[in-house]
């Protein structure tokens, strides 16, 4: 069985910086693309961050240069750096993958960026 769980959200200034982490369980995360999400109150769930089996990442535009994507294969996490953070970055953040035509989601981390 698939899981996922988040951890690493939490309140911080703008500016300032913080990193999740999604430690994945039933697959390995060096075989997969897996994705970073965040959906911010009344928002529709967005891609922030996805990275592929290959190692290549992506981004949304409006966090490029700013959030990095990263997975440790030993401990079969992922991480999402996220530094130079704004309030509009306030979000609940999810780690998603798609493993045999199924989706599955982490339980959410909040991330708050006060001004």
């Known amino acids: 069985q698939v899981q996922l769980v988040e951890s690493g959200g939490g309140l911080v200034q703008a500016g300032g910086s913080l990193r999740l982490s999604c430690a994945a369980s039933?697959?390995?995360?060096?075989?997969?693309?897996m994705g970073w999400y965040r959906q911010a109150s009344g928002k529709q769930r967005e891609l922030v961050a996805e990275i592929t089996s290959d190692g290549s990442a992506k981004y949304e535009d409006s966090v490029k240069g700013r959030f990095t994507i990263s997975r440790d294969n030993a401990k079969n996490t992922i991480f999402l750096q996220m530094n130079s953070l704004k309030p509009e970055d306030t979000a609940v953040y999810y780690c998603h993958v798609q493993y045999v035509w199924r989706h599955y989601w982490g339980q959410g981390t909040q991330v708050t960026v006060s001004s």
């Open positions: 039933g697959i390995i995360v060096s075989t997969r693309s």
